[in-house]
């Protein structure tokens, strides 16, 4: 959904008024509506849309609302806080159809039913946003995007009643982007891991546009309703064009031994072998162990609390993951080396295990959601703490005529 070449900036800022004036708003401009397949890098792997406008004169232009600079100073901090600055940049048709074709991307083409006022109307919404104060926008990755805002702007421009002649299966915002990703198993889990409940929420016919693709098959299923004769419709999409035709090419294939399940199912295996192996917890190996443990759900927990109360991000908060990929085991990765704190450890371990019984109750019982890449990691956590809590009991308490009591 995002996109940059030194090209399209260096278009953009030489062609300020983006042939405004150049553009015939009679009949036979044609508007449509381009839609770019997935590409294989994590920035291009939910697609793109643009919007392209021709004229009389010669003049093809495409508005594209996926411009971003790498450049800008702290981007990939302001990124993680989704505090990212995208802008409408509007360029040649064939400097967008020649960087998808090198990219091996389909670009499919739909050419709106819009009359001669629909079509003024829409050129000048356009062009009204590529004014200097209007170009640049705070980009939200499914409120406000490349797909968005071309179905924002079309809806505007429209005189006719649109209305949408296909009901859809309802699905969750987090179903909807892991099909795109089910092939990359590691951003599937770090993005699921930083997902809160929200992204759980079902989707609506208008909300699904957020996806390139669904709004591509969203405008062909559109119809428009005249006001004056309800009885009379016409779709919206004219004609359906293919401007570029991806090559076959080898399919990603998923390395399941360097898979997040995977990985975490044999560190459970592990964590259990040592468990039942006869070695205490004072045992350096259950020690390195432990603190390797917590260390890495600790540094997971920090990125899920950052995510959660310092990022703009959709979906980010109300995390229940938290639960069981605490912060605090950063913490709890030094304590392991000391005696000290054992009874903290003990008092801790109560919380702690109540916690991530509970986020599996959420999971279950209401969200029907989860990491389940990391599901041996939370089965792991789990039993590690129960047995530390167990040990630790025989460690820390002694039974008495009296009852039991601390050593």
């Known amino acids: 959904m995002r996109q940059i070449t030194s090209i399209i900036i260096v278009l953009t800022l030489l062609i300020p008024k983006l042939f405004a004036e150049t553009i015939n708003y009679g009949d036979s401009t044609i508007v449509s509506l381009l839609t770019c397949e997935p590409g294989k890098e994590l920035y291009s792997q939910f697609g793109h849309t643009a919007i392209r406008i021709q004229d009389t004169q010669g003049v093809d232009m495409v508005y594209n609302y996926g411009i971003f600079d790498f450049r800008t100073e702290n981007f990939y901090w302001k990124f993680l806080k989704g505090q990212t600055d995208y802008m409408l940049g509007v360029y040649p048709t064939e400097h967008f159809i020649d960087e998808y074709s090198k990219r091996n991307s389909t670009v499919w083409e739909q050419v709106l039913n819009m009359n001669k006022m629909e079509k003024k109307r829409l050129i000048e919404f356009l062009n009204e946003n590529n004014l200097p104060q209007n170009r640049v926008y705070r980009y939200n990755f499914v409120y406000d995007n490349c797909s968005t805002r071309p179905y924002d702007m079309i809806n505007k421009a429209l005189i006719k009643v649109a209305a949408v002649d296909v009901n859809y299966e309802p699905e969750t915002y987090r179903k909807m982007i892991n099909g795109y990703i089910d092939d990359f198993p590691w951003s599937r889990a770090g993005v699921n891991l930083v997902f809160g409940m929200d992204a759980d929420k079902i989707v609506r016919n208008q909300q699904r546009v957020f996806l390139p693709e669904n709004l591509k098959e969203m405008i062909q299923a559109t119809k428009l309703i005249y006001m004056e004769d309800t009885r009379n419709t016409i779709p919206l999409v004219s004609k359906a064009n293919i401007l570029v035709q991806s ?121 029907h959601s989860s990491v389940y890449d990391l599901v041996p990691l939370q089965i792991l956590i789990f039993a590690r703490v129960v047995w530390r809590e167990e040990r630790l009991l025989h460690i820390l308490f002694v039974p008495t005529d009296t009852g039991i009591k601390w050593r």
Do not use: C
């Not at 964590?271 to 205490?280: D, E």
């Not at 020690?287 to 990125?303: A, I, P």
């Not at 916690?355 to 969200?367: A, C, E, H, R």
């Open 247 to 367: 090559t076959p090419s080898k399919q990603n294939s998923i390395n399941y031994l360097w898979h997040p399940f995977t990985i975490s199912f044999l560190w459970l295996i592990l964590g259990i072998v040592l468990m039942f192996n006869r070695f205490n917890i004072d045992a350096l190996r259950n020690k390195m162990f432990d603190s390797f443990l917590f260390l890495v759900t600790g540094l997971g927990g920090l990125v899920i609390f950052m995510f959660m109360f310092f990022s703009e991000h959709p979906f980010t908060g109300k995390n229940i993951n938290i639960l069981w990929m605490n912060p605090m085991n950063l913490l709890l990765a030094l304590m392991v080396w000391k005696r000290s704190p054992r009874k903290f450890f003990f008092f801790y371990n109560i919380i702690y295990i109540f916690m991530i019984l509970l986020s599996f109750i959420v999971v279950v019982f209401m969200v």
